[in-house]
């Protein structure tokens, strides 16, 4: 992988990691179109870990603020929501643990088993614009962890882990204006413990992934940058509840995808 694929790369994760149409995808698509031979999975994990920072760099303050009253060790609202962020990463922390290699082989599986996930994808996108929960309440500790085995199927490239989890949310009947930031807030950890264990078992080196560390950074950077504007333009579209214009997306880019595939 040369130095502007790597850009390129990094540029589509931080764009669509916050837009319901699966990053993860994206970048199986791109870097089959650039023929790119390295470990998908490891520069994966990079870029994700860039977007992760993006999301702490927007939510820097309410993060802060979580920290300050979860670390009281009483009941509060903060403790609370902590409670349901840790809740929520369960069933991906299940996945990481049992499934790892299983979800690594789904990254080899091609474009066309991408482009039908595309597809689930925009059908989950699309219920949400017909299926409207009459009222809408708080994010409950069950909700929680409805929301988080959405996020642990979202692993499979091709389904949007935004996407699953804020259309889960909205589904259940969960209050939209609160789904965005607790869909970003509750994959911070998960990321960042991986890429740290990626990061100590030496799988960022160029000799392990196969790629220079100037390429590395600049994806990394991409990513970050990229994110940045993303996360922002993403709180805004899930608090007016439009999907279905990514549902129509996908829906195009599966087809796209299994066509030529």
């Known amino acids: 992988m040369g130095t502007i694929d790597a850009i390129l790369l990094g540029l589509l994760q931080g764009l669509t990691e916050f837009l319901p149409v699966s990053s ?3 970048l199986v698509i791109l870097g089959n179109i650039l023929g790119t031979d390295v470990d998908d999975t490891t520069f994966a994990i990079l870029v ?9 760099t927007v939510f820097w303050g309410e993060i802060l ?23 929520s990463m369960i069933p991906v922390a299940v996945v990481g643990l049992f499934f790892k290699e299983q979800v690594e ?30 009222k809408t309440r708080n994010i409950t500790v069950k909700d929680a962890f409805v929301i988080g085995l959405a996020q642990a199927v979202a692993v499979i490239p091709g ?11 909205m589904l259940l009947g969960d209050d939209k204006t609160q789904l965005a930031k607790f869909s970003f807030l509750m994959v911070l950890v998960p990321i960042l413990g991986e890429a740290f ?29 990229s994110g940045l504007f993303a996360c922002k333009v993403m709180i805004r579209i899930v608090s007016r509840g439009k999907l279905w214009w990514f549902a ?13 595939g």
């Open 105 to 134: 082989a789904l990254f080899g599986n091609g474009v066309r088993f991408v482009g039908c996930m595309l597809f689930v994808t925009a059908a989950l996108l699309l219920l949400t614009h017909f299926v409207k929960p009459k």
């Open 197 to 225: 264990l990626e990061l100590v078992k030496g799988e960022f080196s160029p000799a392990a992934s196969g790629i220079s560390g100037y390429a590395l950074a600049a994806g990394f950077l991409a990513a970050y940058l």
């Open 65 to 87: 603020q979580l920290l300050r009253g979860g670390l009281r060790f009483r009941a509060n609202s903060e403790s609370k929501y902590l409670v349901r962020i840790i809740v």
């Open 48 to 56: 994700h870990a860039a977007t992760v920072l993006a999301t702490i």
């Open 159 to 169: 389904i949007s882990r935004s996407g699953s989890t804020i259309a889960t949310g």
């Open 248 to 260: 129509l997306y996908c829906a195009v880019a599966g087809a796209v995808a299994v066509i030529l």
């Open 24 to 26: 993860s995808g994206h």
